[in-house]
T-cell receptor, first 111, second 115 residues
Framework: DVKVTQSSRYLVKRTGEKVFLECVQD?????MFWYRQDPGLGLRLIYF???????EKGDIPEGYSVSREKKERFSLILESASTNQTSMYLC??????????FGSGTRLTVV | AQTVTQSQPEMSVQEAETVTLSCTYD???????LFWYKQPPSRQMILVIR??????QNATENRFSVNFQKAAKSFSLKISDSQLGDAAMYFC????????????FGKGTKLTVNP
């Protein structure tokens, strides 16, 4: 079975900390995505990547950056965490347009 | 730009009954795909059903079927013989064929199944 693994299920960080959220897929997919999920807002795209070292901004990239040094790994970086970045973060990979495979999410709390 | 709208924040259904979740979308493209995803309390997003826009026949997966009205840009999900395990958030999503391959999601509908 296809798998997308997010390294942490729950994370608590302090304001101003640099935070790394890791995502690994084992399907050799070229496309990977980071979404943020908030109640009443659905899923909003933060960044996506078509290939190693390739990245593009999504709809809400402010305060975030990404890294994709290897095909299977796509990292989301919060340069200086703020309380308004408390959210659920979902990683996905895709051989689109056949639908994404999602990780199980990281619930990040910034205090 | 694509948009996806789910007008029902919450729905409820009795076990064994049928429920329909609504979704409308807007796109200027002719080739696109539409999806319904389920997110149970475990948070794992699960693909329920997929529809290719060029296909006139409505997609079906066991108890799940869609009513795809291309001209009206409507893509509703029907769940028959509802089960307690169907309780979840349901998200409608679209992606453009040959485009950036970004999925655009609606805001979701929370489905409660009453025993």
């Amino acid at each position: 079975d296809v798998k997308v693994t997010q390294s942490s299920r729950y994370l608590v960080k302090r304001t101003g900390e640099k935070v790394f959220l890791e995502c690994v897929q084992d399907m050799d997919h070229e496309n990977m995505f980071w979404y943020r999920q908030d109640p009443g807002l659905g899923l909003r795209l933060i960044y996506f990547s078509y290939d190693v070292k390739m990245k593009e901004k999504g709809d809400i990239p402010e305060g975030y950056s990404v890294s994709r040094e290897k095909k299977e790994r796509f990292s989301l970086i919060l340069e200086s965490a703020s309380t308004n970045q408390t959210s659920m973060y979902l990683c996905a990979s895709s051989p689109a347009p056949y639908g994404y495979t999602f990780g199980s999410g990281t619930r990040l709390t910034v205090v | 730009a694509q948009t996806v709208t789910q007008s029902q924040p919450e729905m409820s259904v009795q076990e064994a009954e049928t429920v329909t979740l609504s979704c409308t979308y807007d796109t200027s493209e002719s080739d696109y795909y539409l999806f319904w995803y389920k997110q149970p309390p475990s948070r794992q997003m699960i693909l329920v059903i997929r529809q290719e826009a060029y296909k006139q026949q409505n997609a079906t997966e066991n108890r799940f079927s869609v009513n795809f009205q291309k001209a009206a840009k409507s893509f509703s999900l029907k769940i028959s013989d509802s089960q307690l395990g169907d309780a979840a958030m349901y998200f409608c999503a679209s992606v453009t064929q040959g485009g950036s391959e970004k999925l655009v999601f609606g805001k979701g509908t929370k489905l409660t199944v009453n025993p």
